[in-house]
């Protein structure tokens, strides 16, 4: 008996009230987007930055601080 192999796929999902919606780049950027104008940022969606909040803020985001500015 022979079947056709197999690939590993890895996605990620979001709690979104009580549903879990997979985590699209769309839906990612959006977020992100979220994230920084929440707290008072200014966000760049061309390059996906956020100027104006703090490195703890981007840390806790899932961002990384270089000089002032959060990179996602």
Not at 15 to 41: H, I, P
């Amino acid at each position: 008996m022979e079947a056709a192999p197999t690939q590993p796929v890895t996605k990620s999902f979001i709690l979104d009230g009580v549903m879990f919606k997979e985590l699209t780049d769309k839906r990612a950027n959006a977020q992100m987007e979220a994230a920084c104008t929440d707290n008072s940022g200014q966000w760049n969606k061309d390059t996906l930055e956020c100027n104006g909040i703090s490195p703890e803020l981007c840390a806790k985001f899932g961002g990384k601080t270089e000089g002032n500015i959060c990179k996602f």
